[in-house]
């Protein structure tokens, strides 16, 4: 007797924005929740992690940027230097003390421009202050500060 063959596991996709909105308009029933937010957020000002994460489906996508209020607040270089540190440590102990499964999107669509952390403007030129060498080490210190990410 042959036994079946284990269903292979189905891709999670996220919604970026309302899902019981999406779910109505389109029929189909979503899992993962997509929230991006500015740097700080979550920690230091706005809605705590705990509750931002109860407000994106049964599995939570949080994306963040290094943009608050409009501005440029941590550069990719200074979050390779440990300057977002403390911000980081908040992340992974929400994560940590959220006890499920959840997906952190950091710094998303590195190579698109209209980012603040982008090493490159809409035209190709360099951004001072920027380079993709930082971008890097940004990751490098993200996988130090925060185990709970990887």
């Not at 230091?44 to 608050?68: E, H, I, K």
Request: some cysteine; glycine content about 14%.
């Amino acid at each position: 007797m042959q036994t079946p063959a284990a269903a292979a596991p189905r891709p999670l996709f996220g919604v970026n924005g309302d899902i019981a909105r999406f779910e109505s308009l389109t029929g189909q029933q979503q899992t993962v929740g997509h929230l991006i937010v500015g740097w700080g957020q979550g920690a230091l000002w706005g809605g705590r992690f705990a509750r931002l994460f109860t407000t994106m489906g049964d599995v939570p996508l949080l994306g963040f940027s290094t943009r608050t209020l409009g501005r440029e607040a941590i550069t990719p270089a200074q979050i390779a230097g440990g300057k977002g540190d403390a911000y980081l440590v908040a992340l992974n102990a929400a994560i940590s003390e959220f006890g499920s499964q959840i997906y952190v999107r950091p710094m998303g669509e590195m190579n698109g421009y209209w980012n603040v952390y982008c090493a490159y403007t809409k035209e190709g030129r360099p951004k001072p202050g920027h380079s993709t060498a930082d971008f890097k080490k940004a990751f490098d210190e993200l996988n130090a500060t925060t185990p709970a990410l990887f």
